[in-house]
T-cell receptor
Framework: AQSVTQLDSQVPVFEEAPVELRCNYS??????LFWYVQYPNQGLQLLLK??????LVKGINGFEAEFNKSQTSFHLRKPSVHISDTAEYFC?????????????FGRGTSLIVHP | GAVVSQHPSRVICKSGTSVKIECRSL??????MFWYRQFPKQSLMLMAT?????????EQGVEKDKFLINHASLTLSTLTVTSAHPEDSSFYIC????????????FGSGTRLTVV
C-alpha cells in the first residue's frame, strides 16, 4: 500500500522568505502526485499536480514542485512567501497503475508565515 | 475548471437527529464521488466511495448504517449522518475525479458539522 510522509508538521517562516515543504512517498511505481492547500474551514484547493512529462511543475500562487523519482519525493517550494500563504498543505499520491484511483494523503504541513 | 459544490458549509444539530450533506458536480458528470472526514489538525480519512446507481463502498470501520450515502444521479451525492452524536462532530469533505483516472481530483468546500 502506498504511504505519504510529510516530515514537517509545522513550518514557520518570515514573510518574503523562501520555503520548502517536504513530501516523500513509499512506492516507485508510476504515480500521480498532488499538492493541495486548505484554509481554515474550507475544502482542499489544488495547487499543482504531476501526471507525466516535465518533472518541474508550476502551480498557482507562485508555488512549484519537483518530482524526483529516484528519491521518491515531491517537495513543494515557493521563493517568497506572503502572509496569505498561511494554511495547511497536503501532499497526495495516486498509483496510476493500481486500478484504484484513490489518493493517499500525507498528514499535512502547517505553513505559518510571520510578518 | 471543474467545480464540486458542497452544502451546507456549516450545520449545528441536536443529538439524535439526522443531517444531510449534499455534494454536486456543477459542470461535469461524476459517476464516482468520495466522502472524507477530517479531524482537527489531521489529514483526510476516506469514509466511502459513492457510485452512481449502486451501493456505496465503505472503508473499514465506517458504519454504513450511520453514514448513509446516496448517489442517485451523475451530479449529486448525499451523505446523511443518522442519529447524530457529539462524536460525529467533524469536518466532512466530498470530492470527485473529473478525469476518471485519478488525475482530476476536485474537492468540495467542506461541511463543518457540530452535534450538540
Amino acid at each position: 500500500a502506498q504511504s505519504v510522509t510529510q516530515l514537517d508538521s509545522q513550518v514557520p517562516v518570515f514573510e518574503e522568505a523562501p520555503v520548502e515543504l517536504r513530501c516523500n512517498y513509499s512506492s516507485s511505481v508510476s504515480v500521480y502526485l498532488f499538492w493541495y492547500v486548505q484554509y481554515p474551514n474550507q475544502g482542499l484547493q489544488l495547487l499543482l499536480k504531476y501526471l507525466s512529462g516535465s518533472t518541474l511543475v508550476k502551480g498557482i500562487n507562485g508555488f512549484e514542485a519537483e518530482f524526483n523519482k529516484s528519491q521518491t519525493s515531491f517537495h513543494l517550494r515557493k521563493p517568497s512567501v506572503h502572509i496569505s500563504d498561511t494554511a495547511e498543505y497536503f501532499c497526495a499520491v495516486i498509483s496510476s497503475t493500481g486500478g484504484s484511483y484513490i489518493p493517499t494523503f500525507g498528514r499535512g504541513t502547517s505553513l505559518i508565515v510571520h510578518p | 475548471g471543474a467545480v464540486v459544490s458542497q452544502h451546507p458549509s456549516r450545520v449545528i444539530c441536536k443529538s439524535g437527529t439526522s443531517v444531510k450533506i449534499e455534494c454536486r458536480s456543477l459542470d461535469f458528470q461524476a459517476t464516482t464521488m468520495f466522502w472524507y472526514r477530517q479531524f482537527p489538525k489531521q489529514s483526510l480519512m476516506l469514509m466511502a466511495t459513492s457510485n452512481e446507481g449502486s451501493k456505496a463502498t465503505y472503508e473499514q470501520g465506517v458504519e454504513k448504517d450511520k453514514f448513509l450515502i446516496n448517489h442517485a444521479s451523475l451530479t449529486l451525492s448525499t451523505l446523511t449522518v443518522t442519529s447524530a452524536h457529539p462524536e460525529d462532530s467533524s469536518f466532512y469533505i466530498c470530492s470527485a475525479d473529473t478525469m476518471g483516472t485519478g488525475g482530476g481530483y476536485t474537492f468540495g468546500s467542506g461541511t463543518r458539522l457540530t452535534v450538540v
